[in-house]
């Protein structure tokens, strides 16, 4: 297992040896304060919670997380670096497992640097603290299954911009199956049953247990699949390239 | 301590290594030559378990490549073609990161980090970000990496490419020396590098084995080889050409031998005629053998040929 934790750090360190970094922890936290307390009305609400501040997660991420990740494999395999990488004595599964959970902890990093928005509320009324933490434990599955689909389009070519692209549009495909104006439009053709199904799939539907500080396994086992399944596509995309 | 059997290696419809099956000892500095787009890469890719193969086997030090990918790589050095290495580390953060993956720590990989720093010439440029660094620190900077872990096996795809001709001359030493006690695989076009460092050379085209032997035995098989040159006043062409075909260069001759045993005895059989005939020798050598001749012959179409 040690090698999965020495490719992790190297990658983490990798993010903070340029300021690219910084300049996205400052773009992250401003855009979500900006979401938050412009467009999301925080103060305006008169609620005690964070409904303002995580609802717009999926779509702050939608950006944001292919950002953080589309150079992972696809920086590797323009420069050749994964020649060396897949030759020195580790796995491919502890190859992707580091390099995801390096960009996971630095997301999970950002993440954390919004504290100040839950001391705001702690401080102008009484919160229900329980679902704040379940909202961040969401917010950070949302982040990691994000990552995880951009993980996969990274590794499929060498091209950072394709990859975020195609990143993009599969995450807006997951937040849009379980978005209102999309399900109300397909409930005017398809069953109800059809509907369900498809909103199944969708990030919102599974997310906004979590807002409401419901911890429930399944929304947490949807996360973790998402994950799941694009990690073990990324390994047979990068072993499919070796195939040839 | 490397056994291919029977290898293959196919890229969609286009068979890239087509059945090549070769041993390297320990001891044995191995160069590979052939034609770019021959499949040289391709097999070194092979050996290090980068590429699986479509069918064959691989096995280093008795470790099955694809069956105990770990177990064969950790003994395994590699610098690939690319040399390619992280360009946002420093040197020294790179060979820390490649010691730490190959299980050196503490006083060891601070050992392990003087030692090939000191072998690569790489303490001038150790913290600096590798992509401020000139091609040939890039290069030496990977081969450090494939040398971290003093690995029994060492695979090399074209290690002086890029480098100026003191690093060459540089690399073909550390080669030739590592070579004494560990099993070496090194690729390149550069011919001389074959009489520089190898001990066995094995040449490939189209995937397949075409010529092997000691740089020797190579070149022995160029139709220059045993030829006798001879410069001398009063030798004519017709008197030579008693003892093989005879090809008159300015103001001198060639004699080829008529066939490779006659080869080692042509000198003396030159030597002999001109005490004879009296003649004035001003200059006379025996040709050992042109390697790129060798490697022409081989490795070009056969319409060429025609």
Same mark, same amino acid.
Request: charged fraction near 25%; include cysteine; aromatic fraction near 4%.
């Given at each position: 297992m040690k090698p999965l934790w020495i490719i992790a750090k190297r990658e983490l360190a990798g993010y903070f040896s340029s300021p690219v970094a910084y300049v996205f922890l400052v773009i992250f936290l401003l855009v979500a304060g900006f979401l938050t307390f412009t467009a999301g009305a925080f103060f305006e609400r008169g609620e005690a919670g964070l409904g303002a501040f995580f609802g717009w997660h999926p779509w702050l991420y939608l950006v944001l997380v292919p950002a953080v990740g589309m150079r992972l494999w696809s920086e590797e395999r323009r420069s050749g670096t994964i020649e060396l990488l897949l030759t020195l004595p580790v796995t491919t599964w502890q190859a992707i497992l580091g390099k995801f959970l390096a960009s996971w902890l630095f997301l999970a990093l950002a993440l954390a640097l919004t504290f100040p928005v839950a001391l705001t509320v702690n401080v102008l009324g009484e919160p229900d603290n329980g679902a704040i933490v379940a909202g961040y434990v969401g917010s950070l599955m949302l982040a990691g299954a994000y990552l995880a689909i951009t993980c996969m389009t990274s590794a499929m070519t060498r091209n950072q911009v394709v990859a975020f692209i195609l990143a993009v549009v599969l995450c807006l495909f997951l937040i849009l199956a379980g978005f209102n104006p999309v399900t109300d439009l397909l409930v005017r053709w398809a069953s109800p049953a059809v509907v369900d199904a498809v909103a199944a799939f969708s990030v919102v539907t599974h997310f906004d247990g979590f807002q409401k500080g419901v911890l429930d396994s399944r929304d947490l086992l949807f996360f973790l699949s998402v994950i799941g399944f694009a990690l073990f596509a990324t390994g047979v995309i990068i072993r499919g390239h070796r195939a040839g | 301590m490397i056994r291919i059997d029977n290898l293959v290696k196919n890229f969609g419809a286009k068979r890239a290594v087509d059945g090549i099956s070769f041993t390297v000892a320990r001891g044995e500095v191995v160069g590979f030559l052939g034609p770019n787009g021959s499949g040289k890469s391709t097999t070194m890719r092979m050996i290090t378990g980068f590429y699986p193969p479509t069918s064959g086997r691989v096995s280093v030090g008795g470790h099955d490549v694809t069956e105990a990918p770990l177990a064969a790589k950790r003994l395994i050095g590699y610098l690939p073609e690319s040399a390619a290495a992280y360009p946002d580390m420093t040197v020294e953060g790179f060979l820390k990161f490649a010691a730490a993956m190959r299980g050196l720590e503490?006083?060891?990989?601070?050992?392990? &980090?003087?030692?090939?720093?000191?072998?690569?010439?790489?303490?001038? #440029?150790?913290?600096? %970000? &590798?992509?401020?660094?000139?091609?040939?620190?890039?290069?030496?900077?990977?081969?450090?990496?494939?040398? /971290?872990?003093?690995?029994? #096996?060492? &695979?090399?795809? $074209?290690?002086?490419?890029?480098?100026? =001709? !003191?690093?060459?001359?540089?690399?073909? !030493?550390?080669?030739?020396? /590592?070579?004494? *006690?560990?099993? +070496?695989?090194?690729?390149?076009? &550069?011919?001389?590098?074959?009489?520089?460092?190898?001990?066995?050379?094995?040449?490939?085209?189209?995937?397949?084995?075409?010529?092997?032997?000691? =740089?020797?035995? @190579?070149?022995?098989? %160029?139709? %220059?080889?045993?030829? +006798?040159? @001879?410069?001398?006043?009063?030798?004519?062409? $017709?008197?030579? %050409?008693?003892?093989?075909?005879? $090809? *008159?260069?300015?103001?001198?001759?060639?004699?080829? =031998?008529?066939?490779?045993?006659?080869?080692?005895?042509?000198?003396?059989?030159? /030597?002999? @005629? #001109?005490?004879?005939?009296?003649?004035?020798?001003?200059?006379?050598?025996?040709?050992?053998?042109?390697?790129? $001749?060798?490697?022409?012959? /081989?490795?070009?179409?056969?319409?060429?040929?025609?």
């Open positions: - | 503490g006083a060891a990989r601070t050992k392990a &980090i003087a030692r090939v720093v000191e072998r690569c010439f790489l303490g001038s #440029v150790l913290r600096q %970000s &590798i992509d401020t660094l000139s091609k040939g620190y890039k290069h030496r900077t990977c081969l450090a990496q494939a040398l /971290i872990h003093d690995p029994e #096996v060492l &695979i090399l795809d $074209e290690p002086t490419d890029g480098l100026d =001709p !003191n690093q060459k001359h540089e690399v073909r !030493n550390l080669i030739r020396e /590592i070579g004494r *006690s560990k099993a +070496v695989i090194f690729s390149t076009h &550069i011919l001389e590098e074959v009489d520089a460092a190898c001990t066995r050379a094995i040449i490939i085209d189209r995937g397949r084995i075409v010529a092997q032997g000691t =740089p020797h035995e @190579l070149r022995a098989m %160029s139709a %220059s080889a045993g030829a +006798v040159t @001879l410069q001398a006043q009063g030798a004519t062409a $017709e008197r030579l %050409s008693a003892l093989g075909k005879v $090809e *008159s260069l300015d103001g001198a001759f060639r004699i080829y =031998p008529r066939d490779a045993s006659q080869a080692a005895a042509l000198a003396a059989a030159v /030597i002999d @005629l #001109v005490s004879r005939e009296g003649w004035k020798v001003q200059g006379m050598y025996s040709e050992r053998g042109e390697l790129d $001749e060798v490697f022409r012959r /081989i490795t070009l179409p056969d319409t060429v040929q025609k």
